[in-house]
């Protein structure tokens, strides 16, 4: 009766411990999900001037692919357009070291030409813009932090010509090319 009882206390005792060995395999994935997100801020590139943003990385392997959304804001006397928002999708292809990257990224450009604050409705949007990146990334693996420069290229007005254009060379040349750069940098959360 005394080894049945021991038997039962054994069992259950084991059965707790491996209970709580699986909460630890959770808390280790959502602190995996948050080291894969990342906060920017970027001088120059897609935001012209500037830009703070955050990236998530989708696919986590020794090709990355991530997600990236960014927001840049200018007050009515700097006489530009006043929000930009650039919405990308970035491969990061590895070089010799795993630090080291090269970035390719393409996605799209919300320009809001004019805001009214008044009944929050927002007027004038563009979102014809295609965008690029091309760049050099050095993401360190053991500290928290990213270091980037790009080719940040934007066609205006791309995707509401390309049902207008007869062939791709008209296509391309009835588009408006602002080429930019950009240095950014980047904390993993």
């Known amino acids: ?32 999900l948050l080291r894969n997100t990342t906060f920017w801020t970027e001088l120059g590139g897609h935001g012209l001037a500037y830009s703070v943003g955050l990236e998530q990385i989708l696919i986590n392997s020794d090709y990355k692919l991530t997600i990236q959304a960014a927001v840049a804001y200018y007050p009515k006397f700097a006489d530009l357009i006043p929000l930009w928002v650039p919405v990308t999708m970035n491969q990061l292809f590895p070089l ?44 360190n693996p053991v500290k928290k932090y990213d270091l980037r420069i790009s080719f940040t290229p934007i066609l205006l007005d791309a995707i509401d010509n390309i049902g207008r254009a007869s062939d791709f060379k008209t296509l391309i040349q009835s588009q408006e090319f602002i080429p930019l750069f950009g240095v950014g940098f980047g904390l993993r959360l």
Request: charged share 25%; no cysteine.
């Open 96 to 139: 010799k070291k795993e630090k080291n990257f090269i970035e390719f990224g393409m996605g799209v450009m919300l320009l809001q030409d004019k805001i009214i604050f008044s009944g929050s409705q927002f007027t004038e949007n563009n979102m014809d813009n295609v965008i690029f990146r091309l760049g050099y990334r050095l993401r």
């Open 1 to 32: 009766m005394i080894k049945f009882r021991f038997l039962i206390l054994f069992l259950s005792l084991n059965l707790f411990l491996q209970h709580n060995s699986y909460g630890q395999e959770n808390d280790n994935q959502q602190k995996r």
